[in-house]
């Protein structure tokens, strides 16, 4: 097994320890638009799985700018981390490294959430909830977007 084998991985679980709806999300766009994972899944082709993810991954969005929203490092917010994570970093990782991918980003995601708590609050009480909250949704989905786009294949690559 080859670290660089599984860079996306670890890449897509950093992308989950600011929003853990992304990477799924990401993921779902990918197989609707016919791009194929590295690593085998068939819950990726499940519709309710896509559809589901896309709106996750939206409400996500918008329910984070809410003065009620939890910190990412409350239990259920970890635990989102974890699934997604996982997930992602399997599809994401080579044919037959699906579980190191998993772990790989699992092990990114959940201390990054700490990090990047930390790194929001700070932009928060600079800037506020709402716009430090929009800053990190661009480049968080436009990071997951890049991970996606650059781990998988379309019909014709």
């Known amino acids: 097994m080859k670290i660089r084998s599984l860079i996306a ?3 897509i679980g950093a992308v989950a320890s600011a929003r853990s709806m992304t990477p799924m999300a ?16 068939e819950l990726l082709d499940h ?27 409350v239990f259920l917010g970890l635990l989102a981390r974890v699934a997604s994570a996982g997930i992602a970093g399997a599809a994401l990782a080579p044919k037959g490294q699906e579980k190191e991918g998993a772990a790989i980003a699992v092990a990114t995601a959940v201390p990054l959430a700490y990090a990047t708590l930390d790194g929001r609050k700070k932009a928060m009480a600079e800037i ?6 929009l800053i990190e949704d661009l480049l968080i989905v436009a990071a997951g977007i890049a991970v996606v786009a650059l781990a998988t294949r379309g019909k014709h690559d």
């Open 26 to 41: 990401a993921l779902a766009a990918a197989r609707l638009l016919g791009r194929k994972t590295p690593g085998k899944l």
């Open 47 to 73: 519709p309710v799985f896509k559809y589901g993810a896309l709106a996750m991954g939206a409400g996500e969005l918008a329910g984070d700018k809410m003065k009620s929203a939890p910190d990412r490092t």
């Open 128 to 133: 506020g909830q709402t716009k430090s909250g």
């Open 9 to 11: 991985s670890a890449l």
